[in-house]
């Protein structure tokens, strides 16, 4: 059964700072790896994701998958108050299933 | 602003009471997700669907949980005798195929006195 597990699983950064979150899973057959976002109170939604290895970059957020050694990241650049949340990783092994880690809680102090 | 709809968004149930919780996927999507999500953050799996058809579930412990997607209706999730350990957020999601992405509703909140 696929095991994910999310670091640290909490962190406080200053405002401008980058943030480094990190996943790692156990099913080397996992073929989608993501990351959701979840502000307190709110439906946790979407951030990115990537089906190979290698990076991912969107705007602030960059995603990083390295398939052999079972880990993938979320790089954040100039973190902001409002990147405040609780960040969900997320991987997708045979069948439709996600499994998610139990999320790294970030705050960004301005 | 989500477009999965899930109701009601808080439910209050005494234990061995039968709790109903309903959810409208977005438009289009067929894929329809059950998870719990407890106080720890840990989400847990519980079913999927396409279309009217279950995908994937967990053993269901007891069959106290049961879930149907019928055509033009809400999705629903329904504990038939509630205990205290199912309290939880309870988050409906729905993809427009596979599980690339998935679309959350705001949850349903139980409470199992």
């Known amino acids: 059964q696929q095991k994910v597990q999310q670091s640290p699983e909490s962190l406080i950064v200053p405002e401008g700072a980058m943030t480094s979150l990190n996943c790692t899973f156990s099913d080397s057959a996992s073929q989608y790896f993501a990351w959701y976002r979840q502000h307190s109170g709110k439906a946790p939604k979407a951030l990115m994701s990537i089906f190979s290895n290698g990076e991912k970059e969107e705007g602030r957020f960059t995603i990083h998958l390295n398939k052999a050694s079972l880990h993938f990241s979320l790089h954040i650049r100039d973190s902001q108050p409002s990147d405040s949340a609780l960040y969900l990783c997320?991987?997708?092994?045979?069948?439709?299933?996600?499994?998610f880690g139990t999320g790294t809680s970030l705050l960004v102090d301005p | 602003n989500s477009k999965v709809i899930q109701t009601p968004r808080y439910l209050v149930k005494g234990q061995g009471q039968k709790a109903k919780m309903r959810c409208i996927p977005e438009?289009?999507?067929?894929?329809v997700f059950w998870y719990q999500q407890n106080k720890n953050n840990e989400f847990k799996f519980l079913i999927n669907f396409q279309n009217q058809e279950v995908l994937q579930q967990i053993d269901m412990t007891e069959k106290r949980f049961s879930a149907e997607c019928p055509s033009n209706s809400p999705c629903s999730l329904e504990i038939q005798s509630s205990e205290a350990g199912d309290s939880a957020l309870y988050l409906c999601?729905?993809?427009?195929?596979?599980?690339?992405?998935?679309?959350f509703g705001s949850g349903t909140r139980l409470t199992v006195l």
């Open positions: 997320a991987v997708r092994d045979m069948g439709y299933k996600l499994t």
């Open positions: 438009k289009g999507h067929p894929v």
């Open positions: 999601a729905s993809s427009p195929g596979g599980a690339e992405t998935l679309y």
